[in-house]
């Protein structure tokens, strides 16, 4: 069975991953039981991508990340370069999910 997401864009970006991988595997006329199998895993792709770019769910990462960013921009002068890269590496991860959802909706 297929779960269809709340989120249009979260389910846009299943499907377009989901058909990426039937393209790319060369299968041009699934089996309702390999659709189903892809669309599991690109499920898990997409999971573990946006948890991968959201964060550790663990509060004290989350709280860690928070200050090392609150330190990076009040006083940026005292942030060590590893700080200020764990920032950049953040920031950047979450352009990097925009520019997807915006592509996403522009199709």
Known sequence: ???????RVIDSLISTVANSLLRESGINS??????????????TIIR?????????RDGLAYSTLTDVTNLVA????????D??????????????LREALTEVGQR
């Open 83 to 96: 700080q200020i890269r764990e920032v950049a590496i953040a920031l950047r991860g979450l352009l990097d």
């Open 1 to 7: 069975m297929t779960t269809v997401y709340r989120s």
């Open 48 to 56: 573990e991508t946006i948890d991968m770019l959201a964060g550790s």
């Open 30 to 43: 699934p089996t309702e039981n390999e659709t189903e199998e892809v669309r599991r895993l690109a499920e």
């Open 74 to 81: 009040s006083d940026p002068e005292t942030a060590s370069i």
